[in-house]
């Protein structure tokens, strides 16, 4: 399941975010290993610091998507049929199918970002009710957009400073 059109029930909702959690996971683990792969020329503070703190705010994201999830009127989908639409739809790639860590990590944050935008756009293309506050689950789900974003122009920077 992609995001469609629109969002249409909890069920629906919850699955969707459910895949956003798996989404973070990805990023979440690829972070944590990519540092660990790095050769001894490789390894800085810097590199250090941009993939902690992607592991820490991918941590996050997930919390928040979670309480979500626990506030939908809607059964769990269970995880490995999520694990399954997100390496179909959204997580096609390995990390060794990049030219580096900084590569991979640009990969994992622009996907998220274009899942969560797509969600957004889903939900306000829908007239449905929801066991959530509209506006405080697309405030949220904005917020966690916006820092994707942002992570996306800081490995960005990162890699063109380091050209």
């Known amino acids: 399941m992609s995001v469609g059109n629109?969002?249409?029930n909890d069920h629906q909702l919850?699955?969707?975010?459910?895949?956003?959690?798996?989404?973070?996971?990805?990023?979440e683990v690829r972070a944590a290993r990519?540092?660990?792969?790095?050769?001894?020329?490789?390894?800085?503070?810097?590199?250090?610091?941009?993939?902690?703190?992607?592991?820490?705010e991918s941590a996050d994201h997930r919390e928040r998507l979670e309480a979500l999830i626990d506030r939908?009127?809607?059964?769990?989908?269970?995880?490995?049929?999520?694990?399954?639409?997100?390496?179909?739809?959204?997580?096609?790639?390995?990390?060794e199918d990049f030219d580096g860590v900084l590569y991979d990590q640009l990969n994992g944050e622009e996907t998220a970002y274009k899942f969560y935008d797509d969600l957004i756009e889903a939900i306000e293309a829908s007239e449905a009710s929801f066991a959530l506050d509209r506006e405080e689950l697309l405030a949220t789900l904005k917020e966690i957009r916006?820092?994707?974003?942002?992570?996306v122009e800081e490995v960005t920077e990162f890699m063109e400073d380091r050209a």
């Not at 916006?146 to 992570?151: L, Q, R, Y």
């Open 34 to 56: 990519h540092y660990e792969t790095l050769s001894a020329n490789e390894r800085d503070a810097d590199v250090e610091t941009l993939l902690a703190d992607a592991r820490e």
């Open 6 to 8: 629109r969002v249409s």
């Open 146 to 151: 916006a820092e994707e974003a942002e992570g």
């Open 14 to 27: 919850a699955r969707l975010l459910q895949i956003g959690v798996v989404l973070e996971e990805v990023v």
């Open 72 to 95: 939908l009127d809607a059964d769990p989908v269970p995880l490995a049929e999520v694990e399954a639409l997100v390496e179909a739809q959204y997580a096609q790639t390995r990390p």
